[in-house]
């Protein structure tokens, strides 16, 4: 396999799991790549999120049938990495709520976040409808989908999620990403242009163009891309954490020391 595309799929893997880190999460926001699918009622009453998951723990324990309380808690514990712990308290929130569509995206979410792509699947299907969709699940099933290899079929999921949202950043840049796991990179950049000028892209979008690009060689180019919405530190660092990567040992390139140097956001 050519180093560019070893390399395209080893980052691409972390990218994909970068925004299952951000999706469905309590905070109502459209920027999220996954999109947010908690309802009002549980988001976290503090930016903090170990605090926050100190104040619905407490009100999870007092009544664990709150399924509010639950959903929150789950969601805060995701958010503090604590992802096994996460996935185990909405499994049983769902077992008595299984009609809450909430708890069934969220539960998928942290299913996706250990790693059980096919059991995050399955959750996810059940957390709506074919009359009912939401283009968000629809966002992160194709990922989910990805992640088992099965890109045509997540291509389909983002059509659909694309037919309710047209021209959806964060949808498309799912779409990119799963290109350039299946090493179209070409498509993988076309794709992610179109959602880095839609105007509506956030930083996560520029980065995985940023990166797309980089990876084809043009790293001059890569690096204007994803620096513009930086500080210096951040920068530098992305700038530092890629040249690492592409001075990896089964790099053929690193050995003659001739290696182009882009810059890409690290996985949160």
Known sequence: MPQQYRLARHLASAAVMAMFAVGLCGCQTTSDITGSLGSKSAAAPDADPRRAAEIYGERYRANPKDADAALAYGQALRATGQRAQA??????????????????????????????????????????????????????????????????????YYASALKIVPGEPSVLSNLGLSYMLSKDLPKAEET????????????????????????????????????????PDEA?????????????????????????????????
């Open 236 to 268: 530098a660092a992305n700038v530092a954490y890629l040249k690492q990567m592409l001075n990896r040992k089964d790099n053929p390139r690193a050995k003659s020391g001739n290696i182009p140097v882009a810059q890409l956001n690290r996985p949160d």
């Open 87 to 156: 996935a185990a308290v909405l499994e049983q929130a769902t077992l008595g709520h299984p009609g809450n569509r909430a708890l069934l995206a969220a539960y998928g979410r942290a299913l996706a976040d250990n790693g059980n792509f096919q059991a995050a699947f399955d959750v996810l299907s059940r957390a709506h409808t074919p009359e009912d969709p939401d283009w968000r699940i629809l966002s992160v099933q194709g990922a989910v989908l990805d992640q088992l290899g099965r890109h045509d079929e997540a291509r389909a």
């Open 192 to 231: 992610l242009r179109q959602a880095y000028n839609s105007g509506r892209a956030d930083t996560r979008v520029r980065q995985n163009l940023g990166l797309v690009v980089g990876l084809q060689g043009r790293f001059a180019e890569a690096e204007s891309i994803v620096k513009a919405d930086l500080p």
